[in-house]
């Protein structure tokens, strides 16, 4: 498993060279505010490791992948989300992955939304 791109716009936020308004962070994740966000509540949920697309996910990803699951709810509950969110992985340049670092959104708070 890649650690870090040096080109890559995530892994710079990881590394704290690029700010983000963090709305959580450990050793494996870091959970920031989109700054083009599509919902009231807009967050991307980052895995520190570089690992480009789910294409690209191994079963040694496994447990960080769970940990972001199961992190969602716990978060949405903090920043007042309260009834329903999404949570979008994109996949790929066809699948709208603008990013080439794999992220998931999760986007909540009363509709309608801008987009999505």
Do not use: S
């Given at each position: 498993m890649s650690t870090a791109d040096p080109h890559c716009i995530f892994?710079?936020?990881?590394?704290?060279q690029i700010p983000a308004r963090k709305a959580y962070e450990d050793d494996e994740?870091?959970?920031?505010?989109?700054?083009?966000?599509?919902?009231?509540?807009?967050?991307?949920?980052?895995p520190k490791p570089h690992i480009v697309s789910m294409v690209e996910v191994l079963p040694e990803?496994?447990?960080?992948?769970?940990?972001?699951m199961v992190l969602v709810p716990q978060l949405m509950r903090e920043l007042g989300v309260?009834?329903?969110?999404?949570?979008?992985?994109?996949?790929?340049?066809?699948?709208?992955?603008?990013?080439?670092?794999?992220?998931?959104?999760?986007m909540g708070g009363p509709r309608p939304w801008a987009r999505g």
């Open positions: 892994c710079k936020i990881v590394a704290g994740i870091i959970a920031f505010h989109d700054i083009n966000p599509w919902a009231p509540v807009h967050i991307l949920l980052v990803h496994q447990p960080i992948l769970g940990k972001m309260t009834d329903g969110y999404r949570q979008v992985i994109n996949t790929g340049r066809d699948g709208g992955q603008e990013v080439m670092h794999l992220h998931m959104h999760a």
